[in-house]
Protein backbone atom coordinates (compact mmCIF):
# COMPACT_ATOMS: atom_id res chain seq x y z
CA UNK A 1 0.00 0.00 0.00
CA UNK A 2 1.22 3.25 -0.81
CA UNK A 3 0.13 6.29 1.21
CA UNK A 4 0.69 9.66 -0.15
CA UNK A 5 0.48 12.57 1.83
CA UNK A 6 -1.08 15.73 1.17
CA UNK A 7 -0.48 19.57 0.84
CA UNK A 8 -3.37 21.82 0.17
CA UNK A 9 -2.35 25.24 -0.43
CA UNK A 10 -3.86 28.49 0.41
CA UNK A 11 -2.71 31.60 -0.07
CA UNK A 12 0.78 30.02 0.06
CA UNK A 13 0.14 28.45 3.55
CA UNK A 14 -0.82 24.98 4.13
CA UNK A 15 -3.88 24.55 5.00
CA UNK A 16 -6.75 22.05 5.45
CA UNK A 17 -10.38 23.43 4.43
CA UNK A 18 -13.87 22.32 6.68
CA UNK A 19 -16.16 20.62 3.88
CA UNK A 20 -13.98 22.68 1.32
CA UNK A 21 -15.47 25.88 2.14
CA UNK A 22 -12.51 28.04 1.55
CA UNK A 23 -13.71 30.61 4.13
CA UNK A 24 -12.73 27.73 6.79
CA UNK A 25 -9.21 26.58 6.77
CA UNK A 26 -7.05 26.03 9.63
CA UNK A 27 -3.48 26.75 8.77
CA UNK A 28 -1.35 23.76 9.88
CA UNK A 29 2.47 25.68 8.13
CA UNK A 30 3.15 29.14 6.86
CA UNK A 31 6.40 26.77 4.75
CA UNK A 32 5.40 24.42 2.08
CA UNK A 33 8.73 23.50 1.47
CA UNK A 34 9.21 22.37 5.10
CA UNK A 35 6.24 20.89 5.38
CA UNK A 36 7.33 18.67 1.77
CA UNK A 37 10.73 18.43 3.55
CA UNK A 38 9.29 16.81 7.05
CA UNK A 39 6.56 14.08 5.01
CA UNK A 40 10.13 13.27 3.17
CA UNK A 41 12.00 12.50 6.51
CA UNK A 42 9.02 10.39 7.21
CA UNK A 43 9.18 8.30 4.35
CA UNK A 44 6.49 9.76 1.85
CA UNK A 45 7.28 8.23 -1.39
CA UNK A 46 5.39 10.84 -3.64
CA UNK A 47 3.33 14.34 -2.49
CA UNK A 48 0.23 15.42 -3.44
CA UNK A 49 0.10 19.08 -3.63
CA UNK A 50 -3.53 20.75 -4.35
CA UNK A 51 -3.35 24.85 -4.94
CA UNK A 52 -6.66 25.55 -3.59
CA UNK A 53 -6.85 29.20 -4.76
CA UNK A 54 -6.00 28.00 -8.23
CA UNK A 55 -8.78 25.22 -8.12
CA UNK A 56 -11.48 28.32 -7.29
CA UNK A 57 -9.94 30.64 -9.86
CA UNK A 58 -9.86 28.01 -12.28
CA UNK A 59 -5.91 28.70 -13.20
CA UNK A 60 -2.71 28.16 -10.74
CA UNK A 61 -2.37 31.11 -7.82
CA UNK A 62 0.10 29.47 -5.26
CA UNK A 63 3.13 28.84 -8.30
CA UNK A 64 5.50 30.59 -5.89
CA UNK A 65 4.86 27.86 -3.00
CA UNK A 66 4.93 25.20 -5.17
CA UNK A 67 8.34 26.14 -6.63
CA UNK A 68 9.34 26.20 -3.46
CA UNK A 69 8.50 22.91 -2.77
CA UNK A 70 9.63 21.32 -5.85
CA UNK A 71 12.94 22.99 -4.74
CA UNK A 72 12.80 21.52 -1.58
CA UNK A 73 12.00 17.81 -2.20
CA UNK A 74 11.10 17.32 -6.28
CA UNK A 75 14.19 15.57 -6.82
CA UNK A 76 13.74 13.59 -4.26
CA UNK A 77 10.06 12.02 -4.62
CA UNK A 78 7.37 12.48 -7.42
CA UNK A 79 5.18 15.53 -7.06
CA UNK A 80 1.70 15.12 -8.28
CA UNK A 81 -0.23 18.35 -8.61
CA UNK A 82 -3.49 19.76 -8.94
CA UNK A 83 -5.64 22.70 -8.87
CA UNK A 84 -6.82 25.08 -12.03
CA UNK A 85 -5.26 23.11 -14.33
CA UNK A 86 -7.21 23.83 -17.23
CA UNK A 87 -5.17 24.37 -20.55
CA UNK A 88 -2.44 22.36 -22.05
CA UNK A 89 -0.18 25.69 -21.36
CA UNK A 90 -0.92 25.60 -17.72
CA UNK A 91 0.16 21.14 -17.77
CA UNK A 92 3.22 21.71 -19.72
CA UNK A 93 4.38 24.82 -17.36
CA UNK A 94 3.75 22.72 -14.51
CA UNK A 95 5.46 19.69 -15.11
CA UNK A 96 8.56 21.56 -16.94
CA UNK A 97 8.51 23.31 -13.35
CA UNK A 98 9.32 19.31 -11.69
CA UNK A 99 5.90 18.13 -11.27
CA UNK A 100 6.06 14.53 -12.07
CA UNK A 101 2.35 14.73 -12.64
CA UNK A 102 -0.75 16.73 -13.43
CA UNK A 103 -4.62 16.52 -11.34
CA UNK A 104 -7.03 16.82 -13.56
CA UNK A 105 -10.08 17.52 -11.78
CA UNK A 106 -12.98 19.47 -13.07
CA UNK A 107 -12.07 20.28 -16.39
CA UNK A 108 -11.96 16.35 -16.85
CA UNK A 109 -16.02 16.41 -16.53
CA UNK A 110 -16.57 19.59 -17.98
CA UNK A 111 -14.01 18.80 -20.93
CA UNK A 112 -12.92 15.98 -21.47
CA UNK A 113 -11.33 16.86 -24.93
CA UNK A 114 -9.00 18.51 -23.17
CA UNK A 115 -8.38 15.22 -20.79
CA UNK A 116 -7.68 13.78 -24.08
CA UNK A 117 -5.89 16.76 -25.27
CA UNK A 118 -3.51 16.41 -22.20
CA UNK A 119 -3.20 12.41 -22.09
CA UNK A 120 -2.24 12.50 -25.54
CA UNK A 121 0.63 15.13 -25.37
CA UNK A 122 2.25 14.74 -21.97
CA UNK A 123 1.57 10.32 -21.89
CA UNK A 124 2.25 9.12 -18.32
CA UNK A 125 1.97 12.36 -16.76
CA UNK A 126 -1.79 13.28 -16.35
CA UNK A 127 -3.98 11.84 -13.44
CA UNK A 128 -7.64 12.60 -12.90
CA UNK A 129 -9.37 13.52 -9.74
CA UNK A 130 -13.18 12.75 -9.26
CA UNK A 131 -14.92 13.24 -6.08
CA UNK A 132 -17.99 11.55 -5.18
CA UNK A 133 -20.93 13.07 -3.03
CA UNK A 134 -24.49 10.86 -3.11
CA UNK A 135 -23.21 8.28 -5.64
CA UNK A 136 -22.69 10.97 -8.30
CA UNK A 137 -19.58 12.91 -9.63
CA UNK A 138 -19.11 16.50 -7.82
CA UNK A 139 -17.38 19.00 -9.61
CA UNK A 140 -16.38 22.98 -8.49
CA UNK A 141 -15.01 21.43 -5.03
CA UNK A 142 -18.02 20.48 -2.44
Not at 18 to 30: H, Y
Not at 37 to 61: I, S, T
Request: proline share 4%; charged share 25%; hydrophobic share 45%.
Amino acid sequence: MLLIPAIDLKDGKCVRLKQGAMDKATVFSDDPAATAQRWLKLGARRLHVVDLNGAAAGRPKNESAIKAIVAAVGDKLPIQLGGGIRDLDTVERLLDSGASYVIIGTAAVKTPGFLHDACTAFPGHVMVALDAKDGKVAVDGW
